[in-house]
């Protein structure tokens, strides 16, 4: 498929993206190794933070690349032929303790309903979430047309 | 000492169990748990200061 055009996304559709979405791609790094795992989200847009629910089973390696507040990147997509559009938000993830959370951290997470057990086929107790705050760097879209549809 | 003020919460979905304040208990059983998401209804908190 050949791509006719590309555009960038105003901050405001960008923000309309996000807002009706809650489920997305969480890429971290550490060193050299990329890892990338599904998540829900909440987001905030008069704060450009998200706040992000991350699952892992106690032998997962996830935990390892969340144990040092790695830089962290978020891509929200949604294809909806033939126009393609992506969100890429870079910032620095932070763990929220359960002793620190606030009522306004409850009301964000209201926000992210989805529930992540359907995405892990595991029984709840038996999985560890951990709740972590995604203060954005840099929020930017891309819009894409594609030329030809085959419907 | 607050503690008459303080309940805890055990979410009968996740299994998180905390300590929480009238405000934070409010939010929850409007906002669902803030760990999993599943929905929380006022049976999910008991005063801190319950005998045993
Ligand atoms: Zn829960």
Known sequence: ?151 | MTASEEFTFVCPSCGESMEVNPAMRDALVENGCVVCGASVTTEAFSPVDTPE
């Open chain 1, 1 to 151: 498929m050949a791509l006719e055009k590309q555009t960038e996304m105003t901050q405001s559709d960008t923000d309309a993206l996000l807002g009706r979405h809650e489920t997305g791609v969480l890429s971290l790094a550490r060193d050299d190794d990329p890892y990338a795992i599904p998540i829900s989200y909440g987001y905030d847009a008069d704060d450009r933070t998200f706040y992000l629910r991350l699952v892992s089973t106690p032998e997962s390696e996830k935990r390892e690349f969340l144990s040092s507040n790695p830089d962290a990147r978020l891509v929200v997509y949604e294809e909806d032929e033939p126009t393609y559009k992506s969100v890429v938000v870079t910032g620095t993830l932070t763990e929220i303790s359960r002793d620190e959370m606030t009522v306004e951290h409850v009301e964000q997470y209201g926000e992210a309903k989805r529930p992540l057990f359907e995405i892990w086929g595991e029984a709840k107790p038996d999985l560890d979430i951990k709740l972590y705050e995604l203060r954005a760097d840099t929020i930017s879209g891309r819009h894409i047309e594609l030329s030809e549809r085959h419907d």
